[in-house]
């Protein structure tokens, strides 16, 4: 099942996340920058988890961009988890969210092998100017129905803070 995230499942979230990313014994900073998205920046309905048998496994949140649209991230599944639909389930479900609440657009950074079978492209592709050029085709959006809006896009604060 997909649901809104309450503020009583963020500890079960951020061990969510920290699974998810983690690489070695240092915490991943998509711990902190969850955290930070909760009190800066968070769309409550693009908040969403993933229960499979009463267990949270699967999380994604959507925060607003600084000028417009929505960023995405980060999206985490419980490694035992992995593979089996629930990044694909929370995808789906973020869009249809967004779509719901009139988001005109979403951007994220991540692979385009995953994230182009939800409609994501590059974001010079539909519009959406990297906040790094850097960051090249990783650099993704998808223009949804109340779009489109095209700009240079940037992330929510907690995003800056990154080291
Ligand atoms: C990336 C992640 C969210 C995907 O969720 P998931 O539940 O494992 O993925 P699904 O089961 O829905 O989809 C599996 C498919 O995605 C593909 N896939 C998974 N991660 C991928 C990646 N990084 N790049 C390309 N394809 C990927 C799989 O090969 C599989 O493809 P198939 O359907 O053709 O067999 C999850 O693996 C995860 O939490 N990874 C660690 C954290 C992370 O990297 N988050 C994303 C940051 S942008």
Do not use: C
């Amino acid at each position: 099942m997909i649901r809104r995230e309450h503020p009583a499942d963020r500890p079960a979230i951020l061990g969510v996340v920290r699974a998810a990313f983690r690489q070695d014994d240092t915490e991943p900073v998509e711990v902190g920058l969850t955290e930070k998205l909760f009190t800066d920046g968070y769309v409550p309905e693009l908040s969403l988890l993933a229960v499979v048998d009463g267990t949270i496994v699967g999380y994604v949140i959507g925060s607003r961009g600084v000028n417009f649209g929505v960023g995405i991230g980060p999206l985490a599944v419980l490694p035992e988890f992995q593979g089996t639909g629930v990044g694909t389930a929370l995808m789906y479900a973020l869009i249809g969210a967004s779509e719901a609440v009139d988001i005109p657009v979403l951007a994220l950074l991540g692979d385009p092998g995953y994230y182009s079978r939800f409609g994501f492209r590059a974001g010079s592709d539909v519009g959406v100017e990297s906040p790094d050029p850097a960051w090249g085709h990783f650099f993704q959006a998808l223009q949804l129905s109340a779009g489109p809006v095209n700009g240079s896009f940037r992330y929510a604060k907690p995003f800056d803070e990154l080291e």
